[in-house]
């Protein structure tokens, strides 16, 4: 279900537990279709190896303790297109910690809910759906209480290579989803591969601005992260482009910028996200076309889209971000193909793993109605559209029948948005993002 092309990925130096641990230390847990069970280590499978080593031998900055991970040693290579297994030992790749190197200019935005006129906690798709009502949605199983963030940070870093002066060029810029989550590591990313190596070749990575935004409460249906991040629309896309870019661009002058600005140019916008949070990035470039990089792990690209919801996004797309790979499949389908760029990946133990999938081509109801379970156990998926595995193979698939630049990780006996898999992983990822045009 993979394309053809495949490479195990290289450097991964550390030992594994025999206990599969998360990142707070907390044995992780596995869902089963609705059955929780203490995760086993998993007998070997790596159907995706390939001993090639694609990217060189030259290591970063000619220091031996930072050349053990891909974009460690690809200065003068490029991290490749296509489907990459990696597999246990994970170690996070160096070049996403402090390695010294001279620090940018972080700081913190607050933006009030009240003062959107996009997602201001007003929407009447949760709005008086509390717990006690008909179909109170898996936000309401998980918390209680559905509540909207009142005010929500937004982290920006500004890296040190970039120097305000007047007419500098507009600045690239990376939105991530979910903030503050690994927005260090990126930041690091940054003051590390953003420089000239001393021999004189090119930087890893171009310079950009990390905005990274807070959700905006809770989580999952009837929640207003899950409006914002599970809506087949535009409108999320919308907020960042209107609302939040022009209020981080408005802050540069009191912190220091007062000449820097954002491109508005698609080719120089990406997005970051995980999970819901990925799901939200495919679909603010999708529907918009103002981002051309998406960077997405565990993408909830599932039916998480609220059936009750109002603005006709449901209409157009029944079973929500599933429809990228399967039922209408808009990712294999749609021509021309966008101008996009993207970065995709899935775990191998990724939620509802083990639960049944509806055909690829299916466009009726699925094995338990035209349902999304919002009224039900929001662990027992029965409706043929919560299998995230599944989705992120046929993503692949899609994308590679689409046309589309992309690159698919597969993470062998890891979790949805495992720390273990992004932090072995992002730095490629970011250099993979922005090496290419769309």
């Known amino acids: 279900m ?60 000619h220091t031996d303790d930072r050349g053990s991970t891909s974009v460690d040693r690809t200065r003068g290579g490029n991290i490749p297109d296509g489907v990459v297994t990696i597999k246990p030992p994970y170690t996070t790749q160096p070049a996403l910690t402090y390695l010294g190197n001279p620090r940018g200019t972080p700081f913190v935005l607050q933006f009030e809910t009240s003062r959107s006129r996009v997602f201001n906690g007003s929407d009447p798709s949760f709005r008086g759906a509390e717990c006690g009502g008909p179909t109170p949605g898996e936000c309401c199983h998980k918390t209680e209480v559905c509540a909207v963030r009142p005010v929500r940070n937004i982290s920006v870093y500004i890296p040190p290579q970039l120097k305000d002066r007047a007419g500098m060029p507009a600045a690239k810029v990376i939105v991530m989803l979910d903030g503050p989550q690994y927005f260090d590591e990126v930041s690091y990313a940054l003051d590390n591969l953003g420089w000239a190596s001393p021999g004189g070749s090119s930087p890893l990575l171009p310079l950009f601005v990390v905005v990274s935004v807070q959700n905006g409460g809770s989580d999952a249906i009837k929640s207003e992260r899950g409006l914002e991040y599970d809506t087949m629309s535009g409108r999320y ?58 960077a997405a792990y565990s993408a909830t690209l599932v039916d998480q889209q609220d059936h009750g919801e109002t603005t006709g996004a449901r209409r157009d797309h029944p079973f929500g971000a599933w429809e990228y790979h399967s039922s209408q499949q808009l990712l294999s389908t749609t021509a021309p193909r966008k101008p996009l760029r993207i970065f995709h990946h899935n775990s191998e133990f990724d939620l509802g793993y083990n639960c049944s999938a509806a055909p690829v081509n299916q466009s009726g109801a699925g094995a338990n109605g035209d349902t999304n379970n919002t009224a039900g156990d929001p662990l027992n998926w029965t409706d043929g559209h919560h299998n995230w595995k599944v989705a992120g193979e046929r993503t692949a698939t899609a994308l590679q029948a689409g046309g589309y630049p992309f690159r698919h990780v597969y993470s062998e006996a890891t979790h949805h948005c495992d720390p273990l898999a992004i932090k072995a992983s992002l730095a490629d990822t970011l250099v993979w993002l922005w090496q290419a045009a769309p």
Not at 39 to 46: C, D, M, S, V
Not at 238 to 265: K, Q, W, Y
């Open 2 to 61: 993979f394309s053809s092309f495949v490479m195990t990925a290289i450097g991964m130096a550390s030992t594994m537990d025999s206990t599969r641990r998360g990142g707070s230390g907390v044995p992780l847990t596995l869902l089963v279709c609705g059955v929780a069970s203490a995760l086993q280590p998993p007998a070997p499978h790596y159907p995706h190896q390939s001993p090639v080593d694609a990217v060189g031998t030259t290591t970063l900055h």
């Open 237 to 294: 896309g919308i907020f960042l482009n209107t609302e939040i870019l022009p209020f981080v661009e408005a802050a540069f002058a009191s912190h220091g910028f007062p000449h820097l600005r954002l491109s508005t140019d698609p080719a120089d916008k990406a997005l970051f996200g995980c999970s819901s949070g990925g799901a939200a990035a495919f679909s603010a470039a999708w529907f918009t076309e103002s981002f051309s990089r998406v």
